[in-house]
């Protein structure tokens, strides 16, 4: 079946840039997501991409999408206290049964 | 901002009862989604709801499980007779389309006892 995975943690310190990396297996794959999740608390969608683009920046995120080797990827610049959170790789196609497929989390810890 | 709201935060319940998690989804979304994360383990798919009945679901979704949308705005989860390994955070989720943009709430953390 479908198969998203992530490095578990990742240490940087702030003022720094953040690179969380995402591998996945399915070829179908349409959209590609990064969720964050702060302790206690839900999953918020920070950003997405269409399989069919190959990067998109949106403010301190930017995200790189490498089809071929099924590689993806979050960086976040300048990183701050505030984003010490776990970052999830999620990924949706249009086989059937396949709804959102999550990666496992990669913690951030940012130090001051 | 619009946003995915469940109650309760927190529900704890003993083995073998019923409970129910109640979600209110972002009112215009037409797809909803109720996912599972258990304690240091991956956000698992249960189920996904379109046009009043179940469009997908997983293995996980069994007889225990059911999912209703009683009125206009409410999307609830039943388990009927909890297990220990039912103890999770259950996140509900919406999206205007299939598969794209999903939303999702705060989460109920389930603790079977």
């Known amino acids: 079946g479908e198969d998203v995975e992530q490095s578990l943690f990742l240490s940087v310190r702030e003022g720094d840039s953040s690179v969380i990396n995402c591998t996945y297996t399915?070829?179908?794959?349409?959209?590609l997501y990064w969720y964050k999740q702060e302790p206690g608390a839900g999953l918020q969608l920070l950003t997405y991409i269409f399989s069919n683009m190959d990067m998109k920046q949106d403010q301190r995120l930017t995200v790189l999408l490498n089809k071929k080797d099924k590689h993806l990827s979050l960086r976040i610049a300048d990183t701050q206290t505030g984003d010490s959170a776990i970052y999830f790789c999620a990924e949706s196609g249009f086989g059937y049964g396949q709804n959102f497929v999550f990666g496992p989390g990669t913690r951030l810890s940012a130090l001051p | 901002e619009p946003e995915v709201t469940q109650t309760p935060s927190h529900q704890v319940t003993q083995m073998g009862q019923e409970v129910i998690l109640r979600c209110v989804p972002i009112s215009n979304h037409l797809y909803f989604y109720w996912y599972r994360q258990i304690l240091g383990q991956k956000v698992e798919f249960l189920v996904s709801f379109y046009n009043n009945e179940i469009s997908e679901k997983s293995e996980i979704f069994d007889d225990q499980f059911s999912v209703e949308r009683p009125d206009g705005s409410n999307f609830t989860l039943k388990i009927r007779s909890t297990k220990l390994e039912d103890s999770a955070m259950y996140f509900c989720a919406s999206s205007l389309r299939q598969r794209t943009e999903a939303f999702f709430g705060q989460g109920t953390r389930l603790t079977v006892v």
């Open positions: 399915d070829s179908s794959s349409t959209y």
